[in-house]
């Protein structure tokens, strides 16, 4: 069960970097939305949950102790290192938003894939994540702004990287693309019972 075999490692790896390189692209949209959430900077936190699925896909498909932290944090460190308008604190946020991930796994001893696992790995990375950006990039937000983006957080967290991730990995995973990880074998099984 905790044993990465290479296959396991190459896709977390190839995850973790496809998400990295996309992050620049990601990120550059925050600079485009900034005039529209000037007035009411919370709003930013709708757009959260999609930095948190190079963990969820990682942990949903290759069903490993560390894989979603092991993806989310190549993702924020190639992002960092290709030019990531927030420098180190990249991959401060990858590791919360692993972290949560991973955390919602090790919940259920990593033998739960679900879609409500999925939602909560989500829901706990935007937790870990909004506490590091109130402490380092909001700390002069009021706390009711403050308790606003973190619903939108949450929100985001559940969805954008919940139920998204979850309908990702399982469209992939009937692919047969997947078929030697362990999201694959299982689906095999089930479909042939």
Known sequence: MTRFRTVDLLVTVLIG???????LGYGQLYTLIGPLTAAFKPAEGLLAGIWFLPALLAGLIVRKPGAALLAEMI???????????????????????GGGVELAFLLTRYRRFTLPVAVLGGVLAALLEWGWEKFAYYQEMSWAFSG???????????LLCGV??????????????????????????????
């Open 17 to 23: 970097a496809a998400f990295g390189v996309a992050f």
């Open 164 to 193: 998204l991730g979850w309908a990702a990995t399982r469209a992939l995973v009937s692919t047969g693309a997947v078929d030697s990880l362990a999201a694959g074998r299982e689906h095999s099984r089930v479909a042939a019972a």
């Open 148 to 158: 606003a983006m973190l619903a939108f957080f949450l929100l985001s967290g559940a």
């Open 75 to 97: 993702a924020a460190v190639m992002s960092m290192l290709l030019g990531s308008q927030w420098g180190w604190g990249t991959a401060i946020s990858g590791l919360m938003q």
